[in-house]
Nanobody
Framework: VQLQASGGGLVQAGGSLRLSCAAA????????MGWYRQTPDNYYDLVAS???????DYRGSAKGRFTISTDNDKNMLYLQMNSLKPEDSAVYYC??????????WGQGTLVTVSS
């Protein structure tokens, strides 16, 4: 399964970015889709996720600032990030779990928030 993430860039604190993730499979058939960011010690922290039943989950400081969404007609996953802070700077990855339980990752997209 190919996932292609895009939308990262350099933005000033308080600004916004929208990350996109194009999937080569039907997102409507996935069990779970999420956005993660890589920590300085190379862990992948979940930022936001959506399940096949429409359940949304936002972690930590993403609550109230980020919005995860899908467009199943286009097989796309999005992450709208508002009120960005320097601590949001990271490489962001999209991930999908299919109905067979296999997990797939896209390549990262770098978000840099300047103070």
């Amino acid at each position: 399964v190919q996932l292609q993430a895009s939308g990262g860039g350099l933005v000033q604190a308080g600004g916004s970015l929208r990350l996109s993730c194009a999937a080569a499979v039907r997102t409507s058939s996935s069990m779970f889709m999420g956005w993660y960011r890589q920590t300085p010690d190379n862990y992948y922290d979940l930022v936001a996720s959506v399940t096949s039943t429409g359940d949304l989950d936002y972690r930590g400081s993403a609550k109230g600032r980020f919005t995860i969404s899908t467009d199943n007609d286009k097989n796309m996953l999005y992450l709208q990030m508002n009120s960005l802070k320097p601590e949001d700077s990271a490489v962001y990855y999209c991930s999908l779990v299919d109905r067979g339980g296999s997990r797939y990752w896209g390549q990262g997209t770098l978000v840099t928030v300047s103070s």
